[in-house]
T-cell receptor, first 111, second 115 residues
């Protein structure tokens, strides 16, 4: 089945630093989504990407849909303590409507 | 924005009993809902796709007779874990897809503990 490889698995950074994480797939996706999940909660959408090559920003977050449609990255600039959490990428198929999730990146920010 | 309500948020049940989890789209109609399971420190694994008015489609390895899904209306899907066992203890999350393209909204999840 389709699988997403998300890296890094975890990051421990200093407040104010920039963060970058990415996802790659062996399959093509029609959409890439990035979510953040806090403990005991469902994932919350951060950024949605719909076209290959698309670069989208949401405040301090920037994400890109890879030109091959097999990868995506998420950047967080000037990290703050509330950025702590688990970040997931998800690839979407327009045929099935299914979302396939990456393994997640755990982000810890030291004040 | 789109809101999905999931209840209960947590439940503890005895081994052998059944538990029903509800997923409601509050301000939009969801023709398709998805059910995920998430074990501690792991990713969300898709269990099944719930389609309004038709049978659910289960992912490989998911027992359809154990995880009963009903999507009787455009705003409600239910997941019933039948004859629950401790290994079914997990975080269950639903997602509703609105009629717009690629619109996915997640519920807040249900923590199931089987004792």
């Amino acid at each position: 089945g389709q699988q997403l490889n998300q890296s890094p698995q975890s990051m421990f950074i200093q407040e104010g630093e920039d963060v970058s994480m990415n996802c790659t797939s062996s399959s093509i996706f029609n959409t890439w989504l990035w979510y953040k999940q806090d403990p005991g909660e469902g994932p919350v959408l951060l950024i949605a990407l719909y076209k290959a090559g698309e670069l989208t920003s949401n405040g301090r977050l920037t994400a890109q849909f890879g030109i091959t449609r097999k990868d995506s990255f998420l950047n967080i600039s000037a990290s703050i303590p509330s950025d702590v959490g688990i970040y997931f990428c998800a690839g979407g198929s327009s045929n099935t409507g299914k979302l396939i999730f990456g393994q997640g990146t755990t982000l810890q920010v030291k004040p | 924005g789109a809101v999905v309500s999931q209840h209960p948020s947590w439940v503890i049940c005895k081994s052998g009993t059944s538990v029903k989890i509800e997923c409601r789209s509050l301000d939009f109609q969801a023709t398709t809902m998805f059910w995920y399971r998430q074990f501690p420190k792991q990713s969300l694994m898709l269990m099944a796709t719930s389609n309004e008015g038709s049978k659910a489609t289960y992912e490989q390895g998911v027992e359809k007779d154990k995880f009963l899904i009903n999507h009787a209306s455009l705003t409600l899907s239910t997941l019933t874990v039948t004859s629950a066992h401790p290994e079914d203890s997990s975080f269950y999350i639903c997602s509703a897809r609105d009629l717009g393209l690629y619109g996915y909204t997640f519920g807040s999840g249900t923590r199931l503990t089987v004792v």
